[in-house]
């Protein structure tokens, strides 16, 4: 991903917005009634306004300058969602058997980070491209490995197991990390209006996912 810059939207801010993920169904209604749902998406899509963690006039100032150096729309970047933003269950710790990646079949190296939503009716593979440097934790056959076995690439989110770690046939490949989401602003023009925001009024600062 050329057009991305591998840095974290400041995390004062961050934490204090609002959004998540979005859908794209297609709706076909009948003259019966009935109705048909077709997803359009195979995966979601998460949306995000950084005006709600804007709360006073350096910080705003951070954005414009952040905005500024990723030219608008033009460069992606790293924003930590306080809500979804590590593999376990909210408030626990990281652990190598949070998130199943796939069975080993003794020549298969290399495994894409997931991570699962559901497990009732129709579970959700999300894939991770994002990990946070330094937090993955990989185990096989239910035992964590050594961090000399395998490397991880930040920027894809892929595992690699190095050569004689390669795991065996029918072992299962789990792994725990951190992530953050790719995104880029979704505007070319930010408004600001300084007397209202003395006033109390929230700038829009649109963020949309986007796809490695």
Known sequence: MTDFHDILFPLDIAIKSAGGPERRTEIVAFGSGREARNARWAHSRRRYDAGY?????????????????????LYGFRWRDQLDHASGAPGQAVSPLDQGLGIGDGVIATFQLVKNYGSGFAPYARPIAKPVADSVRVAVGGQEVAASAFSCDAATGIVHFASGHVPAAGAAITA?????????????????????????????????????
Do not use: M, N
Request: hydrophobic share 50%; proline share 7%; net charge negative.
């Open 53 to 73: 963690g804007i709360k006073t006039l350096a910080a705003l100032q951070s954005v414009v300058a952040f905005f500024e150096e990723r030219r608008g729309r």
């Open 176 to 212: 725990g990390f951190s992530f953050d989401v790719p995104v880029r602003f979704d505007t070319d023009y930010l408004e600001v209006d300084l007397s209202a925001f003395a006033a109390g009024a929230i700038p829009k600062i649109p963020l949309v996912e986007i796809r490695p």
